[in-house]
């Protein structure tokens, strides 16, 4: 019997709108089951989520396979849904890696993180899932060409802010305009810039204030998830910059060290204007892997391949 794991992802950190992305430690996994007439899936993710072919991850795999016999999956996430942690993205991947076990397809990591930025539309929350760590991709969508690319992974602790409310990625998007002011972009680019030259100088004082300077999409969605400027704000009485909205949101994450991320959770946890909760997590420097549980070994795991 084979497991999938498949990590969270945070994408965006400020300015790198559309293109970065950072794997964390909350998880998505699926236990390939027997054989069955019709696909049966067991999960923990609430009463909305479909229990047979009509499942994403089902849907997803018999997107890329449509030959695929059912079976009985079994799938476990801790990744909460559409709270902007990649719920979706680490569902499509894991749908994409189902469909390459089953039907022995041999897709490379290229062809699978392919097969699901085509699907997904954005690779900055499908390249962290396959790869791991801090990402850096780009898609073009007429050309079907994908550029990507891994920075060195930083050893942060991340505390984010988990709102007790749904917002989906096409609500959040909706949110956006279709022009801003050139001033605007050259900021925003800037700050994309900078972040990366300071990530790559391991220079994380510069890089967590640039995650703060985006101006392309957090001020449009700001108005969905006002806790992001009310959780800067207290984040900057004690010093910490390197807040920004995960994803499109509604989830907030701040980076640094493990100190300053429990001394600002308390401070959130006190506040009882929140309506959500925290969680510490760190930066997950593997992408998916699967294991044969009847060996209990790892008979394939992901490395930094990039
Ligand atoms: N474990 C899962 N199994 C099946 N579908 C899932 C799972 N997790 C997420 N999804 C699908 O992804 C949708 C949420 O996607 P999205 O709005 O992009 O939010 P997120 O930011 O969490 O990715 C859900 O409504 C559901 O259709
Ligand atoms: N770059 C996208 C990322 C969406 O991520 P999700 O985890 O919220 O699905 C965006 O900002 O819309």
């Not at 300015?15 to 970065?20: N, R, S």
């Amino acid at each position: 019997m084979y497991k999938i794991k498949v990590p969270a992802c945070s994408s965006n950190l400020g300015p790198g709108f559309d293109t970065l992305g950072i794997a964390l430690n909350l998880y998505l996994t699926v236990e390939i089951g027997e054989e069955t007439d019709e696909w049966i899936v067991e999960h923990n993710n609430g009463r909305y989520i479909p229990t047979d072919h009509h499942n994403y991850i089902v849907k997803t795999a018999l997107s890329v396979a449509p030959d695929l016999t059912p079976h009985h999956i079994i799938i476990h996430s801790d990744i909460p849904v559409a709270r902007g942690l990649g719920s979706s993205s680490s569902a499509l991947v894991a749908g994409i890696v189902l469909a390459n076990l089953i039907n022995k397809m041999e897709l490379s990591n290229e062809e699978i993180l392919k097969k699901a930025v085509a699907i997904e539309g954005h690779p900055d929350n499908v390249a962290p899932i396959v790869y791991g760590g801090l990402i850096s991709a780009m898609y073009f969508h007429k050309r079907e060409e994908l550029i990507c690319e891994k920075l060195p992974t930083p050893i942060w602790n991340a505390l984010a802010f988990i709102p007790n409310r749904k917002l989906s990625t096409k609500v959040s998007r909706n949110a956006l305009p279709e022009q801003i002011p050139f001033w605007n972009g050259i900021r925003t680019n800037s700050a994309s810039i900078m972040l990366i030259t300071a990530l790559y100088n391991r220079d994380y004082r510069t890089a967590f204030r640039m995650m703060e300077m985006d101006l392309l999409h957090e001020p449009f969605r700001k108005e969905l998830v006002p806790e992001l400027d009310q959780i800067r704000k207290i984040a900057h009485t004690i010093g910490i910059h390197g807040t920004y909205l995960s994803g499109s949101g509604p989830t907030i994450v701040t980076y640094g060290t493990r100190e300053k991320m429990t001394k600002l959770q308390s401070l959130i946890n006190q506040d009882e204007s929140f309506n959500g909760s925290t969680r510490i997590l760190q930066v997950e420097p593997n992408g998916y892997s699967v294991t044969d549980t009847e060996e209990d070994d790892d008979f394939y795991f992901i490395k930094d391949l990039l």
